[in-house]
Protein backbone atom coordinates (compact mmCIF):
# COMPACT_ATOMS: atom_id res chain seq x y z
CA UNK A 1 0.00 0.00 0.00
CA UNK A 2 2.70 2.25 0.59
CA UNK A 3 4.36 2.09 -2.59
CA UNK A 4 0.94 3.03 -3.90
CA UNK A 5 0.97 6.06 -1.63
CA UNK A 6 4.71 6.72 -2.72
CA UNK A 7 3.48 6.65 -6.43
CA UNK A 8 0.74 9.50 -6.20
CA UNK A 9 2.43 12.01 -3.95
CA UNK A 10 5.24 11.34 -6.71
CA UNK A 11 2.69 11.34 -9.22
CA UNK A 12 1.47 15.12 -7.38
CA UNK A 13 3.83 16.60 -6.92
CA UNK A 14 5.38 16.04 -10.71
CA UNK A 15 4.06 19.76 -11.63
CA UNK A 16 5.62 21.17 -9.07
CA UNK A 17 8.75 19.93 -10.20
CA UNK A 18 8.12 20.91 -13.43
CA UNK A 19 7.80 24.28 -12.27
CA UNK A 20 11.12 24.74 -10.59
CA UNK A 21 12.86 23.21 -13.82
CA UNK A 22 10.78 25.66 -15.68
CA UNK A 23 11.84 28.61 -13.49
CA UNK A 24 15.20 27.37 -13.34
CA UNK A 25 16.23 28.38 -17.46
CA UNK A 26 16.40 31.97 -16.88
CA UNK A 27 18.79 33.71 -14.79
CA UNK A 28 16.60 36.03 -12.78
CA UNK A 29 14.49 32.83 -12.73
CA UNK A 30 16.91 30.67 -11.17
CA UNK A 31 17.77 33.18 -8.60
CA UNK A 32 14.01 33.18 -7.56
CA UNK A 33 14.07 29.66 -7.80
CA UNK A 34 17.23 28.97 -5.12
CA UNK A 35 15.39 32.29 -2.78
CA UNK A 36 12.42 29.90 -2.70
CA UNK A 37 13.87 26.71 -2.01
CA UNK A 38 15.44 28.38 1.25
CA UNK A 39 11.61 28.61 2.86
CA UNK A 40 10.89 25.73 5.15
CA UNK A 41 7.12 24.70 3.13
CA UNK A 42 9.41 24.38 0.39
CA UNK A 43 12.30 22.80 2.10
CA UNK A 44 9.11 20.28 3.50
CA UNK A 45 7.58 19.44 -0.23
CA UNK A 46 11.01 18.79 -1.91
CA UNK A 47 11.88 16.49 1.18
CA UNK A 48 8.83 15.07 1.01
CA UNK A 49 8.82 14.35 -2.94
CA UNK A 50 12.86 12.81 -2.38
CA UNK A 51 11.53 10.58 0.08
CA UNK A 52 8.47 9.06 -1.76
CA UNK A 53 10.74 9.04 -4.47
CA UNK A 54 13.41 6.54 -2.79
CA UNK A 55 10.99 4.52 -1.18
CA UNK A 56 9.47 3.80 -4.13
CA UNK A 57 12.47 2.56 -5.55
CA UNK A 58 13.78 0.63 -3.35
CA UNK A 59 10.04 -1.02 -3.07
CA UNK A 60 10.09 -1.76 -6.39
CA UNK A 61 13.42 -2.99 -6.59
CA UNK A 62 12.00 -5.49 -3.55
CA UNK A 63 8.36 -6.10 -5.72
CA UNK A 64 11.03 -7.09 -8.51
CA UNK A 65 12.91 -9.50 -6.26
CA UNK A 66 10.21 -11.22 -5.02
CA UNK A 67 9.07 -11.96 -8.83
CA UNK A 68 12.06 -13.93 -9.53
CA UNK A 69 11.11 -15.89 -6.62
CA UNK A 70 12.69 -14.70 -3.77
CA UNK A 71 11.55 -13.60 -0.26
CA UNK A 72 8.24 -14.78 -1.35
CA UNK A 73 7.45 -16.49 2.59
CA UNK A 74 5.99 -14.43 4.99
CA UNK A 75 8.99 -14.24 6.84
CA UNK A 76 11.09 -13.07 3.92
CA UNK A 77 8.40 -10.89 2.93
CA UNK A 78 8.23 -8.85 6.54
CA UNK A 79 12.29 -8.84 6.39
CA UNK A 80 12.65 -7.35 3.32
CA UNK A 81 9.95 -4.86 4.11
CA UNK A 82 12.00 -4.22 6.84
CA UNK A 83 14.92 -3.38 5.07
CA UNK A 84 13.08 -1.74 2.42
CA UNK A 85 12.28 1.11 5.11
CA UNK A 86 15.49 1.44 6.56
CA UNK A 87 17.07 2.10 3.05
CA UNK A 88 14.71 4.62 2.75
CA UNK A 89 15.23 5.98 6.16
CA UNK A 90 18.97 5.78 5.72
CA UNK A 91 18.92 7.38 2.34
CA UNK A 92 16.75 10.23 3.32
Given at each position: ?L?????V?????L???F????????P?????MK???????F????????VA????????L???I?????????R?G?I?A??T?A??V?L?
Open positions: IHRISGVIFISPYFWLLQKSFTYGFVKMWLHEPMILMTWIFLWTYHIFAGRHIMDFGFAESLGRSYMMATVS
